[in-house]
């Protein structure tokens, strides 16, 4: 287990599946249990739950 990331607004999530559009980056909307992302690629907002961003989290760039 690689531990908690420690994800904050404005922060850059590359995940490692891409979204439909093509793109694999997200930026961090709102952090908490559940994180609130928004496609870079076209602009749509996600909630998913803390435990699968972490899981599907290849590299996170800091804002």
């Known amino acids: 287990m690689a531990g908690i990331i420690p994800y904050e607004t404005g922060d850059i999530v590359e995940m490692k599946k891409k979204h ?3 793109s694999s980056e997200w930026e961090i909307l709102k952090a908490g ?3 609130k992302m ?9 909630i ?10 290849k590299k996170l760039k800091k804002a």
Not at 38 to 46: A, D, P, S
Not at 48 to 57: D, G, H
């Open 20 to 22: 439909p559009c093509g």
């Open 33 to 35: 249990a559940d994180i």
């Open 38 to 46: 928004k496609c870079l690629g076209c602009g749509h907002e996600i």
């Open 48 to 57: 998913i739950k803390r435990s699968l961003a972490q899981k599907n989290t």
